[in-house]
């Protein structure tokens, strides 16, 4: 069946960075797209990028551009996601999700069960 | 760009239907059949229940519909049940530059 595993909670300090795995299973992990949705506590969903395995294209949206870089590795089917300069709002649940589709739609089907990244001094 | 407006909160009775609204402008919801729904309990990850406006997920129930009109997308549950307590959100694709925006997140309570 198909999972995506992501890495355990973290702890950092203002101005650090953090990188968060999400180990995938179950499919073709070079024919999809990953993208990242981070969720702040007692808040909604926020898109933060996506990657396409295949080519290694992204898209990040402006207010993470400069300090956010998606990244693959084939030989393990897992995705990364580096967050630099972290503040304290960057404090969320981040997860990782499938792009049901390479070649139509923008929409997530499988996901991981969330990253808890908290920035505290 | 601020995030596509829905309701903060929505109740019905089980076995009533609800309706979620999701707001957007010309340039995301209006322009774009690539509306999606998810559904999200606490502690747990979103979960797609609707694609491309109307489309439904292999196993997702037949009681949720999705549609649109003009700048407005909305999730239709019909015979509510207490398992469909949760929060929902809508996403729509906005565009090459600002690309893919959220709803802020509908509260679904079972009476």
């Known amino acids: 069946q198909i999972q995506l595993v992501q890495s355990g909670p973290e702890v950092k300090k203002p101005g650090a960075s953090v990188k968060v795995s999400c180990k995938t299973s179950?499919?073709?992990?070079?024919?999809?797209?990953l993208s990242w949705v981070r969720q702040a506590p007692g808040q909604g969903l926020e898109w933060m990028g996506w990657?396409?395995?295949?080519?290694?294209?992204?898209n990040y949206p402006q207010t993470v551009q400069g300090r956010i870089t998606m990244t693959t590795d084939t030989s393990t089917n897992t995705a990364y996601m580096e967050l630099r300069s972290l503040r304290f709002d960057d404090t969320a649940v981040y997860y990782c999700?499938?792009?049901?589709?390479?070649?139509?739609?923008?929409?997530?089907?499988?996901w991981g069960q969330g990253t808890l990244v908290t920035v505290s001094s | 760009q601020s995030a596509l407006t829905q309701p903060a909160s929505v109740s019905g009775s089980p076995g009533q239907s609800i309706t979620i609204s999701c707001t957007g402008t010309?340039?995301?919801?209006?322009?774009?059949?690539?509306v999606s729904w998810y559904q999200q309990h606490p502690g747990r990850a979103p979960k797609l229940i609707i694609y491309?406006?109307?489309k439904r997920p292999s196993g997702v129930s037949n009681r949720f519909s999705g549609s649109k009109s003009g700048n407005t997308a909305s999730l239709t549950i019909s015979g509510l049940q207490a398992e469909d307590e949760a929060d929902y959100y809508c996403?729509?694709?906005?565009?090459?530059?600002?690309?893919?925006?959220f709803g802020g997140g509908t509260k679904l309570t079972v009476l």
């Open positions: 999700a499938r792009r049901r589709s390479l070649t139509s739609g923008l929409e997530f089907d499988y």
């Open positions: 996403c729509s694709y906005a565009g090459s530059t600002t690309f893919l925006m």
């Open positions: 990657i396409s395995v295949f080519n290694g294209y992204t």
């Open positions: 179950g499919f073709t992990f070079i024919n999809y797209g």
């Open positions: 491309e406006v109307n």
């Open positions: 010309s340039s995301d919801v209006g322009s774009f059949n690539l």
